[in-house]
């Protein structure tokens, strides 16, 4: 996720198709920084017992299989 000045204070977003920035509020920031806290401990969670090389492995297959969905995707 890409916040403005690498902090929690803005979320980008779209309307009527220009990225825009808003401003979050205590509890917006209180959302996101819960929200990323359970999205790390469920990854941890899930990956807990696989070494990086093997997650290096994954991401690298993943990357040449999300390759090949885009040029198919563009050759349809």
């Known amino acids: 996720m890409y916040f ?10 779209t309307f009527g198709g220009e990225p825009k ?7 917006g920031r209180a959302y996101l920084k819960e ?4 999205m790390t ?3 941890q969670d899930i990956t807990n017992d696989l070494n ?3 997650i290096e492995n994954v991401r690298q297959v993943l990357e040449v299989i999300n390759h090949r969905i885009k040029t198919y995707s563009n050759h349809k």
Do not use: M, Q, V
Not at 4 to 13: D, E, Q
Not at 21 to 27: A, E, G, Y
């Open 35 to 38: 929200r990323n806290a359970i």
């Open 52 to 54: 990086s090389e093997d």
């Open 21 to 27: 920035f808003i401003t979050l509020t205590d509890k």
């Open 4 to 13: 403005k000045n690498s902090s929690l204070n803005y979320i980008p977003t």
């Open 41 to 43: 401990d469920i990854a």
